[in-house]
C-alpha cells in the first residue's frame, strides 16, 4: 500500500530525545486512548442493541395484551347476550324446557333446584358447582370436559344452569396465537406449540416464558367478570430469529472495524516500544506496512496525516473514499477542508488547532459532497518523527452516517412523544423505579396548582403533600386500585390513576370527571323531587277518593269526576314512568355491579332497597295506567287462540316464591282436553297475577291457595281460592270498582291501590267473559273469571255431537 508506506515513512513513533514529551510516554498515552475508545465504542454498541431488543419486547407485550382484552370483551359480550336473551324469553312466559336454546346462545338449560334432585350424578354435581358459584357471587366456570357453565338468576323464578361448548363463546385466537382459559380446569385453542403462560404469569397477568434459549413466548391474561379463571393470549417469541441475527451481526460488524483499526495500532505501538532501535529500523519493511494499510481497508477506515508547518496533507484510498475525494495522497490542507461541509469547518479546525497542543482530538462533520448527508468522524493526536524535528498530526477517518442516523431518529421519536404528551389535556406525569418525578405536561402542573414544586428528582411524596391545597376532598377506591377520586377547589372533579409500567416505573394520569360527578347530584336531587311527588300523589289520591265518596249522589258531577280523575291518572302515570324507568334501570346496574363493586357492603342493601321500592311503585302506577285506559276506551287486546293452562302456569311460577317466602302452600289443578280460547295471553297471565297477589295478601302463614281450570259449558272458568279471613257479604258488590278496598284508606294494613280486582273484571269483559267473587269470614274467598272458548274450539265440539 502505497499511501499506509509515506504514511509510516512521515510518522515513526520510536524514541526522539529532545522532544517535549518521550516516546515511551507517547506510546502509553496513546494505548490508554486507543483502548478507552475502543471500550466506549463496544459498551455504546452494546446498550443501543440492548434498549431495541427491550422495546420490541415492551411492544410485543402491550400488543399481547390488547389482544387479551379485546378477546375477554368478547367473551363478555357473548355472556350479556345470552343472559339478555334468556330474561327476555322468561318474561314473556315461556317455560324453561321451551326455551330455544340455539336461539338463545347456548347447548343445554336446566333448572338449579331441579338438577339438585335429579338423579344423574353428573346433573346433581353439576348443580352443587353451580350453587357453590352463586355463593360466591360468580356465574361462570370452565368444566372439566371443556364445556362453559353458566349460572344466571333471574328476578323471578329460580336460578338456571345453562352450559356451551367454549369454542362457541371464545372469539378463535389469531394465526399463530394459543388463546387459553386457566382456573379450576383450563382449556385452549390455537398454535399448541406456542408455550402456555407460566404461574408467574397468571399473578403478574403479562410476561415472557422460557423453554432453553431459543424458546420463548409472551403471555398477557385478563379477568372475566363474575368468572373463576383468567383468560390469556400466548404468541411466540423466539430470542433467536432471522431479524435477530442480521442486527447481530450488524453489531458485531460496526464494531469490528474500529476494533480491527485500533487493534492494529495498539499491537504496532506495542511492538515498536519492546523492539531495540535495530530492529525497530527493520521493522520498517513492506510487509509491516503493508499489513497495517490492509487492516485499515478491510476495517472501512482512512488514515491520514497533517504536517503543521506546511500545511501538507497524505490521504489513503480509503480515507478519500469516506471523505467523497476522487484522489488520494499528499494534498493541501485547504483541498481536504473542501471536502467536510461548509457549516462544520470551523469546528473541524478548531479540532484541528487543540491537537497542536498534544491534545487529542475527535470530530465528527458531514462531507461537502454528499450535501449533509453523509457523516464521518475525525480522531487524531500529535505525534513525532523520527525523521524530523517537527510533529505532524495523525489520525482516521471512519464513516459514521448509521450511527447519527439512529441518534436522530431517536431524538424524533422522543420529540414526538413529548409533543403528545404535552399535548395531551389532562394531567399527566411519569415517575422513575425509585418513585421520583422524571416527566410531566404543563395541564399536570396547572391542575394541581404545583408551580416550581415540579423538578426532575422530586419524590412522588412531596408531590402529593404539595397538592393538597389544590384538594378539597379525596375518595380512593376501596380495592386498592390506585383510582382516586378528587374534588378540586375550583369545583371541577378529576379522577387519577396511577398504574406501574413495566419498566418498573410509575404513570399518573386524570380525567376530568365533573360532568359524571355533577349527573350523579342531579339524579339524587330528581329522586328527592320523585320521593315528594309521590307524597303529594298519595295525599291527592287520598283527596280524590274523599271527593268521589262525597260527591256519589249527584250522578252527573260523579260521571264528571271520574273522567277528571282518569285523565289525571293517566297523565301522571305516564309522567312518574319516565324517571321511575330511570331510576330502576341504574338500581339494577348498581345492584348487578355491572362497572364494578360498589365499595361497602350497606351500598348493595341499600341500592337493592331502592330498586325494590321502584318496582313496586311502577307496578302500582302501571296498575293505574292499565285502570285509566279502560276507563278512556283506549286500552286494546290481541285475542288468539291459546291453550289457557299456559298463562295460568307461568303466573303460578312467577309469584310461587313469594307464598312460599309467606308459609302459604299453593297448587294448580287443570282438566284435562281444555279446549283453546281466543285471548291474549298477557293479559290472562296478569289477571291471574293480580288474583293471586290479593289471595296471598289476605292468606295467613300455613293457609293454602287453589288454583282451578275448568270447562263451565262454553266457557273455560279459572278460579282462585284460598283460605284466608274472607270478606263480609256487604262489601263484596263494590270490590271490582276501581280503588275500592274493604278496610278504609287511612287505617287499611295492606298495601296496594285496589286496582287488581277492578282490572281482572274489565280484562275478562273485554275478552267477552264475566267475573265473580265469592266469600265468607274466616273461612276464604274465590274469585273467578270465565273467558268464551274459540270459535273454531266450539264447532268442533257441534261437529262431534
Not at 191 to 197: G, I, K, Q, Y
Not at 400 to 424: C, H, M, P, S
Not at 447 to 455: D, P, Q, Y
Not at 537 to 544: A, I, P, Q, T
Request: proline letters at 3%; hydrophobic letters at 40%; charged letters at 25%.
Amino acid at each position: 500500500m502505497p499511501e499506509a508506506e509515506a504514511l509510516a515513512r512521515k510518522v515513526d513513533i520510536s524514541a526522539n530525545p529532545g522532544k517535549p514529551q518521550t516516546q515511551t510516554e507517547q506510546n502509553g498515552t496513546l494505548k490508554f486512548v486507543l483502548a478507552g475508545t475502543l471500550v466506549t465504542v463496544a459498551v455504546a454498541l452494546g446498550l443501543m442493541g440492548w434498549n431495541t431488543h427491550i422495546k420490541e419486547d415492551q411492544q410485543l407485550l402491550q400488543l399481547v395484551q390488547r389482544d387479551a382484552l379485546l378477546a375477554g370483551e368478547r367473551l363478555n359480550r357473548n355472556v350479556e347476550r345470552v343472559i339478555d336473551r334468556l330474561d327476555r324469553e322468561l318474561r314473556d312466559g315461556t317455560r324453561l324446557a321451551r326455551i330455544d336454546r340455539a336461539y338463545v346462545g347456548v347447548d343445554a338449560l336446566m333448572d338449579l333446584s331441579q338438577a339438585k334432585a335429579s338423579n344423574d350424578a353428573g346433573v346433581a354435581a353439576l348443580a352443587d358447582t353451580a350453587s357453590t358459584l352463586i355463593a360466591q357471587d360468580r356465574r361462570l366456570r370452565l368444566l372439566n370436559d371443556g364445556r362453559m357453565m353458566l349460572v344466571h338468576v333471574p328476578a323471578n323464578g329460580n336460578a338456571i344452569i345453562a352450559t356451551v361448548a367454549a369454542e362457541r363463546w371464545i372469539p378463535a385466537p389469531a394465526s399463530g396465537d394459543r388463546l387459553g382459559i386457566y382456573g379450576s380446569s383450563t382449556a385452549s385453542l390455537g398454535d399448541r406449540s406456542v408455550l402456555a403462560p407460566s404461574s408467574e404469569n397468571l399473578r403478574t397477568g403479562s410476561g415472557f416464558r422460557y423453554d432453553g434459549i431459543t424458546k420463548r413466548s409472551a403471555t398477557a391474561c385478563v379477568g372475566i367478570g363474575k368468572a373463576e379463571f383468567s383468560l390469556c393470549v400466548s404468541r411466540a417469541s423466539p430470542l433467536l430469529t432471522t431479524e435477530t441475527g442480521i442486527d447481530l451481526l450488524l453489531y458485531f460488524l460496526l464494531l469490528a472495524a474500529p476494533t480491527l483499526a485500533i487493534t492494529g495500532l495498539y499491537s504496532t505501538i506495542g511492538r515498536n516500544q519492546t523492539e531495540l532501535p535495530k530492529r525497530a529500523s527493520a521493522s520498517e519493511t513492506g510487509a509491516d506496512k503493508k499489513s497495517v494499510g490492509a487492516a485499515t481497508v478491510h476495517a472501512g477506515i482512512g488514515t491520514w496525516s497533517l504536517q503543521p508547518d506546511t500545511g501538507q496533507v497524505v490521504v489513503d484510498s480509503q480515507g478519500a473514499r469516506v471523505l467523497g475525494m476522487n484522489s488520494h495522497g499528499e494534498m493541501m490542507s485547504s483541498d481536504m477542508m473542501s471536502h467536510v461541509y461548509a457549516a462544520h469547518r470551523d469546528a473541524f479546525e478548531a479540532a484541528l488547532a487543540s491537537a497542536r497542543s498534544g491534545v487529542p482530538f475527535s470530530s465528527v462533520f458531514a462531507t461537502s459532497m454528499s450535501g449533509g448527508e453523509n457523516w464521518v468522524e475525525a480522531r487524531g493526536s500529535l505525534v513525532y518523527g523520527q525523521d524530523t524535528a517537527m510533529p505532524a498530526i495523525m489520525g482516521v477517518f471512519f464513516d459514521v452516517t448509521g450511527t447519527i442516523r439512529a441518534q436522530e431518529r431517536q431524538k424524533t421519536a422522543e420529540a414526538r412523544l413529548r409533543n403528545a404528551i404535552e399535548g395531551f389535556p389532562c394531567p399527566f406525569a411519569l415517575w422513575d423505579r425509585n418513585r421520583r418525578l422524571a416527566y410531566w405536561n404543563k395541564s399536570f402542573e396547572a391542575t394541581f396548582g404545583l408551580g416550581e414544586i415540579l423538578r426532575p428528582g422530586t419524590s412522588h411524596e412531596t408531590v402529593m403533600v404539595a397538592r393538597s391545597g389544590n384538594i378539597i376532598s379525596e375518595k380512593a377506591n376501596a380495592d386498592d386500585s390506585g383510582i382516586s377520586l378528587l374534588g378540586m377547589r375550583n369545583g371541577d372533579w378529576i379522577k387519577l390513576i396511577e398504574r406501574p409500567i413495566p419498566s418498573g416505573g410509575m404513570i399518573s394520569f386524570g380525567l376530568d370527571v365533573t360532568s359524571d360527578v355533577k349527573a350523579e347530584e342531579e339524579l339524587n336531587r330528581q329522586r328527592k323531587k320523585l320521593k315528594t311527588l309521590v307524597q303529594e300523589l298519595e295525599v291527592s289520591e287520598g283527596r280524590n277518593a274523599e271527593l268521589a265518596r262525597k260527591y256519589n249522589e249527584e250522578k252527573a258531577k260523579a260521571e264528571r269526576s271520574a273522567d277528571s280523575k282518569s285523565a289525571f291518572l293517566a297523565n301522571m302515570s305516564h309522567e312518574l314512568r319516565t324517571p321511575l324507568n330511570a331510576i330502576n334501570g341504574f338500581s339494577e346496574i348498581l345492584v348487578n355491579e355491572m362497572y364494578g363493586p360498589l365499595g361497602h357492603k350497606r351500598y348493595r342493601e341499600y341500592v337493592r332497597d331502592i330498586l325494590t321500592s321502584g318496582q313496586h311503585l311502577l307496578d302500582m302506577i302501571n296498575d293505574i295506567l292499565d285502570i285509566a285506559k279502560i276507563e278512556a276506551g283506549k286500552m286494546t287486546i290481541d285475542p288468539k287462540p291459546i291453550d289457557l293452562v299456559d298463562p295460568v302456569d307461568a303466573a303460578v311460577r312467577m309469584i310461587r316464591r313469594k307464598a312460599e317466602d309467606k308459609g302459604v302452600t299453593m297448587s294448580l289443578q287443570a282438566e284435562n282436553g281444555l279446549p283453546e280460547v281466543d285471548a291474549d295471553h298477557r293479559a290472562v297471565r296478569q289477571m291471574v297475577l293480580n288474583l293471586l297477589s290479593n289471595a296471598i295478601k289476605f292468606t295467613d302463614d300455613g293457609g293454602r291457595i287453589m288454583v282451578a281450570v275448568q270447562r263451565r259449558d262454553d266457557f273455560v272458568r279459572v278460579a282462585v281460592r284460598d283460605t284466608g279471613v274472607g270478606i263480609p257479604k256487604e262489601h263484596l258488590p263494590r270490590l271490582a270498582q276501581p280503588f275500592e278496598q274493604v278496610s278504609e284508606t287511612r287505617d287499611r294494613n295492606y298495601e296496594g291501590t285496589g286496582l287488581g280486582l277492578a282490572l281482572t273484571k274489565s280484562f275478562a269483559e273485554m275478552h267477552g267473559g264475566r267475573f265473580a267473587i265469592a266469600s265468607e269470614v274466616g273461612k276464604g274467598t274465590m274469585v273467578s273469571f270465565f273467558l268464551p272458548i274459540s270459535k273454531d274450539a266450539a264447532r268442533s265440539d257441534r261437529n262431534v255431537a
